[in-house]
């Protein structure tokens, strides 16, 4: 396993040990849609325990996966349609997190009650997305995808993989193009192009791309950047006319925290072609190319689970990994942000709390 921080809740960093725990304000990705049914089904991200389930109308919810009576996990219950029942006393939560019934007691104060942690769900192109907000950010910032996951012109496949390293790794090495030459130098997509590349940045509306100077469509080239209400990734990999009509092989790619020393990735293989194109190339990618593709992030998995411990603490950089030390300062100031504004608010309440008590002197 592979994590920025050997004990990061012990960190005398606590912007590091935050990050390593999973950076919030966000929308993450955090289940394939087929794998929320009508049972409950407990999950973890960014170290936070969550109950999904589906209601009698097929949208999804999700609380902190915790019966308030006990604490016995809601994720062992039973779907109620609108609540789910918790398996230990029969305590039945809505999906606002607010205590609906108590069968054991006759007009229990708990009733009417929210007690349970909510998150705000939304489902896109085959996934299912919660927003983790803080204190200081509970209402949910929109929600802006890109245009491959949600414009019909575009065909996709969601791949979805566990890696056993944190979020942080996985989103440094997307955003490092020229591993493609080296480490998948042997995949079906690519093996040309220079090894040697000037890398330059440059900024975007939503975030900034980064790109090899003079080489384009050759190999992994570029990678963007993009943050709209959660953190995305784009790339494009040329492919031949063998692998059927839709020009370039493009990825959408999410690194969601599961906890400080796990992630899941979810990769959006896309491609821009309509009618009976769109048919032909999803025919060919899963009889000929997935498994191809599968190769390729197996290989990214295990090199990134066999990082060195405390991998990130020992590096010594070069012009190649602008990009990625540029992501990591950009997330390093969204860190600091959230905390001023944390202390803001909690000044803000600490001072209405005194003027209460003072009023009632």
């Known amino acids: 396993m592979t994590s920025p921080t050997p004990e990061a809740t012990g960190s005398a ?28 089904i407990g999950i973890t991200r960014l170290g936070e325990q969550i109950v999904l389930w589906r209601d009698q109308d097929g949208q999804v919810h999700a609380l902190e996966d915790r019966c308030p ?140 791309m980064f790109e090899k100077v003079g080489q384009r469509d050759v190999n992994f080239d570029w990678v963007e950047l993009g943050e709209t209400g959660c953190l995305w990734m784009r790339l494009a990999i040329p492919y031949k006319k063998k692998f059927g009509p839709g020009g370039n092989f493009g990825i959408i790619g999410f690194a969601v925290p599961v906890d400080e020393d796990n992630c899941q990735v979810y990769f959006w293989r896309t491609r821009k072609v309509q ?6 190339w999803r025919f060919m990618y899963r009889n000929r190319l997935e498994g191809l593709h599968w190769d390729v992030l197996e290989q990214d998995r295990y090199v990134l689970e066999s990082m060195a411990p405390n991998a990130r603490d020992h590096e010594f950089l070069y012009q190649h990994d602008v990009g990625m030390t540029r992501v990591r300062r950009m997330l390093r100031q969204r860190a600091q942000q959230h905390f001023a504004e944390l202390d803001a608010l909690r000044a803000q309440h600490g001072e209405a709390a005194q003027a209460a008590g003072h009023s009632h002197a």
């Open 69 to 208: 009576h006990r604490g016995a996990r809601l994720s062992l219950g039973w779907n109620l349609g609108n609540r789910v029942a918790c398996w230990y006393h029969g305590i039945e939560v809505d999906g606002s997190g607010t205590v609906q019934n108590v069968p054991a007691v006759s007009a229990c104060p708990l009733e009417g009650t929210k007690c349970v942690k909510s998150y705000p769900a939304q489902e896109h192109a085959g996934a299912v997305f919660l927003w983790f907000g803080d204190e200081a950010h509970k209402e949910p910032a929109p929600l802006q995808l890109p245009e491959e996951l949600v414009g019909d012109e575009y065909a996709s496949f969601l791949c979805m993989s566990n890696w056993k390293c944190n979020y942080q790794y996985a989103i440094d090495n997307v955003m490092d193009p020229m591993h493609g030459a080296y480490l998948h130098a042997t995949s079906h997509s690519m093996a040309e192009g220079d090894k040697q590349a000037d890398m330059r940045v440059r900024k975007t509306e939503s975030g900034l």
């Open 13 to 40: 960093d606590p912007i590091r040990a935050y990050l390593d725990r999973g950076i919030k304000n966000y929308w993450y990705p955090v289940a394939p849609s087929w794998q929320v049914g009508n049972a409950p």
């Open 275 to 280: 009618g009976w194109q769109r048919d032909a």
